[in-house]
């Protein structure tokens, strides 16, 4: 007879959830004692792993256990106060806990029918956070087009350019294809990479991506986008979209949206705006400048899951024309059929992703937005941008530091200054080395016209003003003893060349003495003996007596 399952029953579930929810408090109250960066070597974690899966169930408690012996040793703690590296990846106590609510439900929200909730919810919270952030009408379930909760903003933008696809092609790609040899899609430099791979996933290949210039603020060049349209509508190519970025993930440049918009609408090209870091920013109303110009988006993404509080996944998306994004994407097989969706009274959010299935990822939101509400969003994003400028102000007082782009949000890029015999980028990653090593602080780096420079994201919800004093003080700190160590090696290296001179000058002498020497000694000539017989030479000759 076979044995059943081993079930965990709802009192037992209850015990260990009690655990594991001290457990996750336990560590956030103790996450700033861990090095913020993981210390293992590759291979580390799997060593500490048993080589096959357990054949019998074993007690939770030795499964909170292997937390602390093996999971937690690999981790780079994104929640540390200590955490400056790359965006932000915040999450908090009401999204864990609505998270935790939609595993318990286990909803799988593929269409209405599946769980009428799942869907009406997330419309509903989409129409909120469009309202919070000050977006087009257009953008709202109430209108032509709506939002939807997509896994990631490289998601949203390969669902935005399918949507472009479909739109500028009348509808043929969803029956012929995609016609690589004449589509065109335009970036610049500081787009993100997820867009060119969208371009590959979508068919149409690297060669049909446009780089537009852009200006000294690393901003893309309106007057150089509407040239490179212009040359390629007259060589035959087909425009189908422009990805314009609010906040790059190098420096978090923002392209002027107002500029551009009309651009793209002149020829009829897809705008969509990527501001997956940036874009919450705008719950505060006096930071929406940044995305001036919005309103002439066709498609919008921003990640909640990066500085707004909500757990991974939840990029919020919102498209114009609903209609070209279920064009490009809607299948609907018999199994999938039924009233309401036949009816076409619902939406199937099914039709707005690349996947089927779906989590139910508005809980979480829904969980984030009713604990906190709009000012305690508002004060969230407000503390962070208030001490990145206090930062960039330290950083502008200082001579050994550069803030090399603008800085309107909560990230500053910094360029320590070095002396000219010294390789800047390697010593800009040596000392960026230094403090990733020490464990109190974690940055990144990126290059901004061709040079090596320092990233400092402020975005945790744990960091306050004292953990960005002290990722300061590292920085100086980290700075004036690699220049005493490099003036050191550099008097080092003087006063070996002076010795090497030195010895030099000593070993020619000796040889000039030496020679001197053997001269006086072994080759003194001898007075010449003329012979009285000989004629005479020179002025003698021909002469009598």
């Known amino acids: 007879m076979t044995e059943p399952a081993p079930h965990m029953t709802p009192e037992q579930f209850r015990q260990h959830g009690h655990e594991v929810v001290d457990w996750i408090a336990d560590y956030w109250t103790r996450i700033g004692s861990f090095p913020v960066r993981s210390q293992v070597s590759p ?27 093996v999971v937690l040793p690999g981790v780079t703690h994104w929640q540390h106060p200590g955490f400056f590296g790359y965006f932000p990846a915040n999450t908090s106590g009401p999204s864990v806990l609505g998270d935790l609510v939609s595993a318990g439900l286990g909803v799988q929200g593929m269409s209405w029918v599946t769980s009428p909730a799942a869907t009406e919810l997330e419309q509903h919270v989409m129409d909120w956070f469009a309202d919070l952030l000050g977006l087009p009408g257009s953008f709202r379930s109430t209108g032509s087009g709506g939002g939807v909760v997509q ?6 933008n390969l669902v935005a350019l399918l949507a472009a ?21 335009y970036v610049s430099s500081e787009t993100h990479s997820s867009m060119e791979k969208a371009v590959r996933i979508a068919g149409l290949g ?3 991506v446009r780089i537009v210039e852009v200006d000294g603020d690393l901003a893309m060049n309106p007057a150089a986008l509407a040239a490179r349209l212009e040359r390629d509508v007259a060589r035959g190519y087909r425009p189908v979209l422009v990805c314009a970025t609010v906040g790059s993930t190098s420096t978090t440049a923002v392209d002027p949206l107002a500029a551009i918009g009309p651009i793209c609408q002149r020829h009829g090209v897809w705008l969509h705006v990527d501001a997956a870091y940036a874009g919450v920013s705008a719950v505060a109303p006096e930071l929406r400048e940044l995305q001036a110009g919005v309103e002439w988006a066709d498609s919008y993404t921003t990640d909640a899951h990066k500085w707004l509080l909500t757990g991974f996944d939840a990029t919020l998306f919102w498209v114009g024309d609903r209609a070209a994004l279920t064009g490009a994407l809607a299948i609907l097989p018999d199994y999938l059929r039924n009233a309401a969706t036949d009816a076409g009274a619902v ?27 709009a000012e305690g969003l508002r004060a969230h994003v407000r503390g962070h941008v208030a001490l990145a400028q206090e930062l960039a102000g ?30 800047g980028d390697v010593a800009t990653m040596t000392l960026l080395d230094r403090l990733n090593d020490g464990g109190e602080v974690f940055l990144t780096h990126t290059t901004v016209r061709g040079q090596a420079v320092l990233r400092v994201a402020i975005g945790s919800p744990a960091t306050t003003r004292a953990h960005v004093e002290r990722v300061w003080a590292l920085l100086v700190e980290g700075h004036d003893w690699l220049a005493a160590d490099f003036a050191a090696q550099a008097a080092e290296q003087a006063a070996a060349r002076a010795a090497e001179r030195e010895r030099a000058g000593q070993e020619q002498t000796g040889r000039e003495q030496t020679e001197a020497t053997h001269t006086d000694d072994d080759g003194a000539e001898e007075p010449v003996q003329q012979d009285p017989t000989a004629e005479p030479v020179g002025e003698d000759a021909g002469t009598t007596t």
Do not use: M, N
């Open 206 to 208: 690297t060669e049909a």
């Open 151 to 156: 896994d990631s903003s490289s998601g949203a």
């Open 43 to 69: 291979g580390d974690v799997r060593a500490a792993l048993p080589e096959r899966a357990p054949e019998q169930g074993e007690p939770f408690a030795a499964v909170l256990a292997d937390l602390d012996r």
């Open 394 to 423: 330290w950083a502008e007082a200082d001579e050994r530091f550069d803030v090399v782009a603008p800085h309107p949000l909560s990230l500053v890029c910094l360029k320590p200054r070095w002396p000219d015999a010294v390789d």
């Open 165 to 185: 696809l479909h739109r500028a092609s009348g509808g043929a790609t969803v029956r012929q294809g995609v016609q690589p040899e004449r589509a065109t899609v």
């Open 347 to 373: 939406v199937d959010y099914r039709d707005w992703q690349i996947e089927l299935g779906r989590r139910f990822r508005a809980l979480k939101l829904w969980f984030v937005v009713r604990w906190y509400g």
